[in-house]
């Protein structure tokens, strides 16, 4: 495995055990705090882990090389409830893995077609992905700071990369069946 396909790997998982732990803290929210209108881009919690899903969904669709699915991306948008968000979260975020996995040096410098609608962007695979892991790391945050105006404690969302931090992610990798060698191959 080559450094960057490593460090996409690491950063494809440590998205996942991040959005596992953020929603495992919103689901200590009362439904009512979950749409609560917050100053927020989106102006809610709900609406904001919605936005997160859509926009996963969008460039997985288009790392895998598919047209752009409009149904697909209105069906994460208006994602009623947590449970549902939450079960299509962690489904998103294992295809994400899976793809990162399947990737070598060549593919990483591939041409991506990203199917906006109107338009059809293209770029680099690798930046595509560091685009995206900025853009989910950007709005955890939103919703960190959110939750912090709530009863429930914003949970710690930057633990899992470096073998130090071990001992902190340790009930979230057992909670998803990993292993710290699956993490740090």
Not at 38 to 58: E, K, S
Not at 94 to 101: C, E, H, K, P, Y
Request: proline residues 4%; charged residues 25%.
């Amino acid at each position: 495995m080559t450094d960057a396909q490593r460090t996409f790997r690491k950063l494809a998982q440590a998205n996942r055990l991040a959005n596992a732990r953020l929603h495992r803290a919103c689901a200590g929210l009362d439904p009512a705090d979950l749409t609560a209108p917050r100053p927020a881009f989106f102006g809610t919690i709900q609406a904001t882990l919605n936005h997160m899903l859509m926009v996963d969904r969008f460039y997985l669709n288009a790392l895998l090389g598919r047209a752009l699915d409009r149904a697909l991306l209105d069906e994460a948008t208006f994602c009623p409830d947590l449970p549902t968000l939450t079960a299509w979260q962690a489904d998103t975020d294992l295809a994400l893995i899976a793809q990162v996995d399947g990737l070598t040096s060549e593919t990483l410098a591939e041409i991506v077609a990203i199917d906006r609608g109107e338009r059809v962007q293209h770029d680099r695979r690798d930046d595509v992905l560091s685009h995206l892991f900025q853009h989910q790391t950007h709005h955890r945050g939103q919703v960190h700071g959110l939750l912090s105006a709530t009863p429930v404690k914003p949970p710690q969302l930057d633990e899992f990369i470096v073998g130090d931090d071990a001992a902190a992610r340790s009930e979230d990798m057992a909670r998803l069946g990993w292993t710290e060698a699956d993490l740090m191959r």
